[in-house]
Structures are given as structure tokens and as C-alpha cells.
């Protein structure tokens, strides 16, 4: 939940907490956002025009995307105080347009994209510090990738201790970080003052104008990387609040990169030279090269472990809203929900990162990798926000589309500008997106079909009829006689999960509750029907819980989740017990599982790719009862349901069971047309 509500908490210390995971990554951009411009693919000639053009151009993409889109606008934007790709796409779930899909749609693809900077950020991040050593001395120059490589197994193996211990310290040593090259930058500032010139937005436009188009969307490619992990600043709203994320940005992170970037352009009109290619190094004193590289190497780990767990948050949200299948979800601090791990995302990260690695080689050769994800995102995030704007904030049209129209614009030039360097690397983000979009949307669309199953099943009958049978079990002492049929009640509390509410009487009996009887021939003592609801809001700020009694001991109770919390079922009972009659502490819980089989079926090949990629996620799933924290529970059994998919249907083939009960009236036991028990709701 977001940190502005938390009043206990200094803003000073929220601010220095923030600095490790909201500006790690946009904060050591400058290790090679300018060696790109010069050095890299758009090879740009070093001339005090050129300089003063791109130092301006920096300065300003960064003033008007971060400073003005992000911290201005985009943090206004919050889900219940929450940020990120799927709180936007929750505010827009309540949208009813086809722009809303669109942009929907999007944000969908952009958390791909998310995935795949989380995957790339701890390649280039890390890469580019320890080619510091190279300034050095050329004994290092063999051993950049080993030692790179060897940087980030340490980072990945270290994931399932959690950052508890040492989360604390992270924020101090970015703002080291910060300081730092604030000072190496304000330092060739006062020696090439010329270079305050770039503040005048002017050279940026005469820059732009005068370039020729060769180069143009080469330069944009690697000016996007000043911005690269600005998106993160809305991401982490949750996590910090409003104010702290402003409050650094603006007085801390935004000031020192503007003058080292700044300084980088200085120290290029003063005609320093370049050693190797390296224009940051190259700005550092030679006796401070190796605690510079040092320095550099913790802050890209830090901005790498933000980016890290990140992508384990993105996945678990993923998870809650039915966009991915459920995985192992381990906690790493007991005290913090935020703090997760989740062991198969940090292993394909890991291979990923490493692969990239070994395959570029070098931070210039990666770059070209980097800056589409990125770019992605911020163009879903601009478009999202103009639906936003007119539809929850009720601007006027042409205030949206002046003001995010505009941004929208400016986005997908730089998206635009990126695409050009596809072959050389941005293929990367775009193969991962596409990806992990498609098993999203295959996995949304498995679900959906699944649910469709339990909604058309015909063997059920309305939860009044079971009422019946529970109300004459009571009266006779616990044992009736039903059509020659010995029906009884066992003394037992059951608990049994299922995946859509029971709403009323009129609600059908869940399938898993319906097997249950019509196997054991009798129904517990105790019967409770829970459902584990996970909504499109960030979290549930007032009470999660609905609970309501229809008598005769059966209770329907529905917790509700934001997609920012993990469910934990026996909390949940631990909670409700204090609310209901009904034993949820010694308690057995029943849960249904789907046995989904596939049939042959001649349908497109669209088709047949979005079924076989569900059938291999289903594999991947991890049980439910792991997911909902009940893998330890001492009593808990499950049933099995069989769904057959076939022709772009589901259906439930449950085995053929007895049917015990006649009545037209209840559906259950004699021709006594009884009143319906009364409902009390809590």
C-alpha cells in the first residue's frame, strides 16, 4: 500500500529508500546514454554544434518525459494509491470503449516489455560498469565478460535470500552514486561553462533540424537511453508514495544527472580525449578509476536487483489477474508483502541475462538492445493515459489530447527511432514481449473458457435445495431416508474452495461441493464454501470479507484480493472463525482441481498455437493449494474435475453419479414444498 498514508515513516528516509529501486536504473544511464550517441551505431562526429545539440536534446527528454509526463502527470494517475502497468490497466477496466481495448491491449504487450527490460537492464547495467577496468589497464580487457558473468550469477543466486538484511543500505550507496557524479560533472561544468548553453531548448531544435536523416533515428535510439527505468517511477508509487518519488527526482536524481550529463558535454567541447571510446571514465581521475569502477559495479547490482524484483512483482500480478499461470511464490520477509521470490522468473532471467551477455559482449553492442522496451512502455503508458484523463479524471477532450496527445507523439517517435536498430539488437525486447504476450493472452483466454465450463454445467442444482436436505438432516438427528436412499450427516467441518461466489440461494451448487455429496452420501456438520476473489484494484483498503449464513450451519464466505496481495487461505480462516458459527480452525478443505483434456479439433493455425501454448502452461501451473499457502495444511484433499476442450468450447464431463433426490419443488428428497431458510449476511 502506498507509503503516503504511512505518517510514522520520515520523508527523508522514504526518499533514500527510494533512491535504490525507483532511480536505479534511470541513474546510471549516464555510464552509456552519450557513448552511444558518439561512439555507438549513429557514430555522430564530435563538434561543438553536434555536442551542444544532443548535451540539449538529453536534457530536455529528460525534463519533459520524466520531470513533466511522469512527476507531474503520469503519479496523479494512482489505483488506490498504487502505480505500474496494472494499475492503469485496472483504472481502464471500468471503461466500456473501443480505445479502452486498445489501450488495454497494450499495456498487456508493455508488461512484456517490462519483463524483457528486466532481463536486459542487469546485462548492459553491469557490462558497462566493469568495462571500467579497461581504462585501467589493458590486463582486464579478456576477462570483462567472465567477470560480468560471474557479477551477475552472484546477483541471481542471491534472489532467494531476499534484500531484508541489506535492502537498507541500497539507498545509501545510490545517493553516494548520485553525489558523485553530480561532482564529476559540476567539475568540467565550471572548466567548459559553454556548455550551459544546451539549457536553451533552442539547440536541441536547431540540432534536430539540421541533422541529417542517417543519423536522426539513430541519435533518438540512444538518446532514449538517458530515460531508460524512468518508468519505474510510476511502477514503485506503491511502494514509496507520492511525495518521496517527487521529492528525490527533483532535488536530488534529476539535478545530478542533468549535470553529469551536462559535464559529459563540457568535457567533449573542452577536447579531452576519449579513452577508448569511454566518455564517463574518461571524465574521472585516473587515481579514481578503480573505486569509480567500484562504486559504478553496486550501483548497476542495485538498480539490476530493483529491476529483479520487479519482474517477480510483474509475474505475481500477472498471476492474480489471470494473466499467467500460477508459479512457486516464496517470501523473502515475513514482514514485508512486497519482498518476493519467485524461483522459475529468476532463473529465466538469469539465462537470459547471461546469454546476452556472452552474445553482445559489450555494452555499445547491447545498447542496441536496450531503449525499445522502454520506449514501448512509456508509448502504452501515454496512450492509456488520455482514456484515463477523459474518462476518470473528466478532462476536456482537447486538454487530453494537448497535453498526453502530445506525449503520445513524442513516444512513438522514440519507439519509431528504436524499431531502426532491429536487426543489431532491439529484436530482443520485442521477441520477449511478443512472447510473454502471447501466453497472457493464451492463458487469459484457457481461463475464461474454463469458467465458461463451470457456468454451463447442467448437473447442478440451486443452493436452496441443499439447504433442504442440511435443515432435515438437523431435524432427524442425522440420518434421513431419501427416495430408499440412507443420507447422512457426518460429523465433520469442511471447508470447500471455489473459484466463483456463492451469492445466494439461487447460486448453484459449486461443482466440487455437488461431487462431494452425491459420492460420500452425506454432507459435514459444518459446511463453508469459500472463494478466494482477486479484483482489479491494488488492494482491498476496507473489509475483504463477505460472509453470509443461510442456516443450518452452511456459511458462503468471499475474501476479496487486490492483485497487489498474495491470498493466504489460512489467514482467511483464522479471520472469519471470529465471525461465523461455523469450526474454520479444525477444518478440512476441499478444493477442485481441473483434469483438462484436449480433443482433436481442425480449426486455424492461430488456433491450434493459442491452445497448445495454454495445454504448456497448464503443465507449468503450480497446485492451488501452494498458491493459496495451504501446502502445509494437515487436512486438505481435492477433487477432480474433468473439462474437455474441444472446437473452442469447454465443457465439465463429470462421471455418471446416482441421483438421489426427485423433487421438482427443491430438487432434493420429498414432494414438502419447504420455505427457504432465511439469509443473514455479515
Known amino acids: 500500500m502506498s507509503s503516503e498514508t504511512g505518517s510514522n515513516k520520515g520523508i527523508g528516509v522514504l526518499i533514500v529508500a527510494a533512491l535504490g529501486v525507483v532511480f536505479g536504473d534511470i541513474g546510471t544511464s549516464p555510464l552509456y546514454a552519450i557513448n552511444q550517441v558518439f561512439f555507438g551505431h549513429s557514430n555522430l562526429p564530435i563538434s561543438p554544434d ?76 553491469v557490462l558497462a560498469a566493469v568495462e571500467g577496468l579497461r581504462l585501467a589497464t589493458t590486463a582486464f580487457d579478456p576477462y570483462i565478460v567472465p567477470i560480468t558473468i560471474a557479477i551477475l550469477t552472484l546477483l ?47 539547440n536541441a531544435i536547431k540540432f534536430l533540424w539540421h541533422v541529417d536523416w542517417k543519423h536522426l533515428f539513430l541519435i533518438l535510439g540512444a538518446v532514449m537511453l538517458a530515460v531508460t527505468g524512468g518508468e519505474a517511477l510510476y511502477a514503485d508509487l506503491g511502494h514509496f508514495g507520492k511525495r518521496p518519488i517527487r521529492w528525490g527526482w527533483l532535488f536530488l536524481v534529476y539535478p545530478a544527472l542533468s549535470l553529469n550529463y551536462l559535464g559529459q558535454g563540457a568535457f567533449l567541447l573542452g577536447g579531452g580525449a576519449v579513452y577508448k571510446n569511454n566518455i564517463f571514465y574518461s571524465t574521472v581521475p585516473e587515481s579514481c578509476i578503480y573505486p569509480m569502477v567500484a562504486l559504478a559495479t553496486f550501483a548497476t547490482i542495485i538498480a539490476s536487483q530493483a529491476l529483479i524484483t520487479g519482474a517477480f512483482s510483474l509475474v505475481s500480478q500477472a498471476m492474480a489477474l489471470g494473466l499467467f499461470p500460477r508459479l512457486k511464490i516464496t517470501h523473502t520477509n515475513t514482514s514485508q508483502e512486497h519482498q518476493i521470490y519467485v524461483p522459475a522468473v529468476n532463473w529465466i ?40 484523463s477523459l474518462n476518470v479524471w473528466g478532462w476536456p477532450i482537447g486538454r487530453s489530447i494537448l497535453i498526453f496527445g502530445s506525449f503520445t507523439f513524442i513516444d512513438f517517435v522514440f519507439l519509431v527511432a528504436n524499431s531502426v536498430k532491429f536487426i543489431d539488437g532491439a529484436y530482443v525486447p520485442v521477441l520477449v514481449g511478443a512472447i510473454l504476450f502471447f501466453v497472457m493472452s493464451a492463458y487469459r483466454w484457457g481461463r475464461q473458457l474454463i469458467a465458461s465450463a463451470y457456468v454451463g454445467y447442467k448437473g447442478q442444482k440451486p443452493l436452496s435445495s441443499l439447504l433442504d436436505i442440511k435443515k432435515r438432516l438437523a431435524e432427524s ?63 482491498i483498503l476496507g473489509d475483504r470479507y463477505k460472509i453470509l449464513e443461510f442456516g443450518s450451519n452452511v456459511v458462503s464466505i468471499t475474501a476479496r484480493y487486490g492483485f497487489m496481495e498474495l491470498p493466504n487461505v489460512q489467514a482467511v480462516l483464522k479471520d472469519a472463525n471470529e465471525r461465523t458459527l461455523n469450526d474454520l480452525i479444525h477444518c478440512d478443505i476441499e478444493f477442485g482441481e481441473e483434469e483438462v483434456v484436449f480433443k482433436e479439433n481442425s480449426r486455424s493455425w492461430r488456433s491450434e498455437l493459442q491452445l497448445k501454448i495454454f495445454k504448456f502452461l497448464l503443465k507449468l501451473a503450480t497446485p492451488v493449494y501452494r498458491y493459496f499457502g495451504i501446502n502445509d495444511y494437515p487436512a486438505i484433499s481435492k477433487t477432480i474435475v474433468p473439462v474437455v476442450i474441444e472446437n473452442g468450447t469447454a465443457r465439465i464431463e463429470m462421471p455418471e453419479l446416482e441421483v438421489r433426490v426427485k423433487s421438482p419443488v427443491t430438487g432434493y428428497g420429498s414432494q414438502d414444498k419447504l420455505a427457504p431458510p432465511n439469509v443473514t449476511a455479515k
Open 50 to 125: 553536434n555536442v551542444l545539440g544532443v548535451i540539449s536534446l538529453v536534457f530536455w527528454v529528460l525534463t519533459l518525459i520524466i520531470t513533466i509526463k511522469y512527476v507531474v502527470f503520469v503519479l496523479s494517475a494512482d489505483n488506490n494509491g498504487e502505480g505500474g502497468v496494472f494499475a492503469l490497466f485496472g483504472l481502464l477496466s471500468g471503461v466500456k470503449s473501443r480505445a479502452a481495448i486498445i489501450a488495454g491491449t497494450a499495456l498487456i504487450l508493455s508488461a512484456g516489455l517490462l519483463f524483457a527490460d528486466g532481463l536486459i537492464t542487469p546485462s548492459i547495467s
Open 156 to 202: 541471481f543466486a542471491f534472489q532467494k535470500n531476499g534484500t531484508a538484511k541489506i535492502g537498507r543500505i541500497f539507498g545509501v550507496v545510490v545517493a553516494v552514486w548520485f553525489l558523485v557524479i553530480a561532482a564529476l560533472g559540476l567539475a568540467q561544468i565550471m572548466a567548459h561553462p559553454k556548455i550551459l548553453e544546451t539549457l536553451n531548448p533552442l
Open 349 to 388: 532471467l538469469y539465462v537470459g541475462a547471461a546469454l546476452l551477455v556472452l552474445q553482445f559482449r559489450s555494452s555499445d553492442n547491447l545498447a542496441a538492445a536496450y531503449g525499445f522496451a522502454v520506449a514501448g512502455v512509456m508509448f502504452a503508458t501515454s496512450l492509456a493515459m488520455i482514456i484515463v
Open 477 to 539: 438427528g442425522g440420518v434421513i431416508d431419501v427416495d430408499g436412499e440412507r443420507v447422512v450427516e457426518l460429523d465433520r467441518s469442511i471447508v470447500f474452495m471455489v473459484s466463483k461466489a456463492v451469492k445466494g440461494l439461487e447460486s448453484p451448487i459449486p461443482v466440487t461441493l455437488y461431487t462431494y455429496f452425491e459420492r460420500k452420501g452425506g454432507l459435514p456438520k459444518h459446511l463453508t464454501i469459500l472463494t478466494i476473489e482477486q479484483t482489479r484494484v491494488p488492494y
